[in-house]
């Protein structure tokens, strides 16, 4: 068998055998799941106080939503009963007990490309940076004590909440990590195989650099060289019975082709990672005390360059094992508990 077709063998192996999603989990406190219905106790599930940053309030409250659908589900196959989580929302606004709304990004810090535009932006006049800066000031004023009183609860309200709905117990949660970046890996299964190839060559010959404009100056200056160089030995597209120098002619244009191919290497091979973090408490109404908590953190990268990298669906899978593993640990503790 010839080395070429072993080779294309070996990278149809290696770009197929992979796809899906890596799940990496863990909990502050572990528990053996069981798959049985644990109780017929009756639960209410209080809006979640948000830690994260996000300049999108509607992606904000897509995430509690997707939380709290991911609970109700778990819940209610282990045998918790549960209201109807608007019939609980609709409550807490008429009593004014939690401020809920399509803004549950708690606060009311203006936004990143805002505060950089007051900064930075040459187009903004300085009495509109000024009259920006000081609504900023404004926001900013109160910001943690408004946070922390729209979800603080004392146990007055802990119990007139819980008997409303005739609950058994109050859960609450605090959403403390929901951040989107790049894995750092060096994997041509999850990278591709020209941007390992070039950005590795790139990172030895060059190291680190501050810039992602200098990383790719760096692979085009790697691909031209290497291209001029294969071009100066080979006979295509130019052979010695043209009238022209053939290996300067064949290093100029490999040396072009190299510089493309490293160019576009050095824009792909970006591998998408989510995590999340979730930690949950559940009180007794009528003491206010708690009887269980944990908190979970999830991370989610795709598994090749095939796999689902997009970012929300990222964010679904993160936050679904999430839930599901705090509810696990929890059944599994209610089981002697309660």
């Known amino acids: 068998m010839s080395a070429l077709r072993l080779i294309t063998i070996g990278m149809v192996l290696l770009l197929t055998s992979g796809c899906g999603q890596l799940v990496s989990e863990k909990l502050a406190m572990s528990g053996s799941s069981s798959q049985e219905k644990c109780t017929s106790k009756k639960m209410i599930i209080l809006p979640f106080a948000d830690y994260t940053y996000t300049e999108d309030a509607e992606r904000a409250f897509q995430r509690h939503i997707k939380i709290m659908e991911g609970l109700t589900a778990n819940l209610i196959g282990r045998g918790f009963r549960l209201p109807i989580q608007e019939d609980l929302l609709k409550y ?75 609950a058994d117990l109050v859960m609450r949660g605090q959403l403390l990590k929901y951040e989107f970046g790049e894995e750092n890996t060096w994997s041509p299964l999850k990278r591709g195989v020209f941007p390992v190839v070039f950005g590795g060559t790139n990172r030895a010959l060059f190291g680190v650099t501050n810039s992602e404009t200098y990383d790719t100056l760096g692979s085009v200056l790697i691909g031209a060289a290497a291209g001029a160089a294969i071009g100066d030995g080979v006979s295509s597209p130019y052979d010695a019975t043209e009238k022209i120098n053939p290996g300067r002619h064949n290093s100029m244009i490999w040396g ?30 009528d003491s206010g005390e708690v009887v269980w908590t944990n908190s979970a953190k999830v991370m989610v990268t795709p598994q090749s360059v095939f796999a689902e990298n997009r970012k929300d669906e990222l964010f679904d899978t993160a936050v679904s094992q999430a839930v599901a593993a705090l509810t696990e640990d929890f059944v599994e503790s209610a089981k002697t508990a309660l």
């Open 92 to 166: 807490l606004a008429d009593h004014k007990i939690v401020t809920m709304g399509k803004d549950t990004d708690m606060g009311t810090e203006m936004p990143g490309y805002i505060q950089d535009a007051i900064a930075h932006d040459p187009s903004w006049s300085v009495d509109m940076k000024a009259e920006m800066a000081k609504i900023a000031v404004k926001d900013s004023d109160g910001t943690d004590d408004n946070r922390l009183n729209n979800y603080a609860l004392d146990s007055k309200t802990l119990a007139k909440v819980a008997g409303q709905f005739n």
């Open 256 to 285: 072009l082709g190299g510089a493309a191919l490293g160019y576009m290497s050095s824009k792909g091979g970006h591998t998408n990672r989510v995590a999340v973090q979730l930690r949950l408490w559940v009180q007794d109404p």
